[in-house]
């Protein structure tokens, strides 16, 4: 797996249209088949919500550094993201 951009470089202020334009680029020149949102982060994916449809790619979620109701240790942490993983970029990735 190879991570091929993100929406905000600078996490602190909002992506330019040019970052933005940059980001639909990117998915559609390396064929991403999907994108991957934190879920402590998804109030404030509107970008790239708007950019994977662009593109016509999936949002999936996965876990990094937070818990929530439906994952609440390490291990479902784990398993969840396995999960995601397999299915949002499918068995080639």
Same mark, same amino acid.
């Given at each position: 797996?190879?991570?091929a951009?993100? /929406?905000?470089? #600078?996490?602190?202020?909002?992506?330019? =249209? $040019?970052?933005?334009?940059? @980001?639909?680029?990117?998915?559609?020149?390396?064929? /991403?088949?999907? #994108?991957?949102?934190?879920?402590?982060? =998804? $109030?404030?994916?509107?970008? @790239?919500?708007?950019?994977?449809?662009?593109q016509? /790619?999936?949002?999936?979620?996965?876990?990094?550094d937070?818990?929530?109701?439906?994952?609440?240790?390490?291990?479902?942490?784990?398993?969840?993201?396995?999960?995601?993983?397999?299915?949002?970029?499918?068995?080639?990735?």
């Amino acid at each position: 797996m190879e991570i091929a951009g993100f /929406v905000v470089p #600078v996490p602190s202020r909002e992506p330019s =249209a $040019a970052e933005v334009e940059e @980001l639909g680029n990117t998915i559609r020149e390396k064929k /991403v088949p999907s #994108v991957f949102l934190k879920p402590n982060l =998804a $109030a404030r994916a509107d970008v @790239l919500r708007r950019v994977a449809q662009d593109q016509g /790619v999936g949002v999936c979620t996965i876990y990094g550094d937070s818990f929530d109701d439906k994952v609440h240790d390490y291990v479902s942490m784990m398993r969840h993201n396995a999960n995601e993983l397999a299915k949002c970029l499918g068995e080639d990735a």
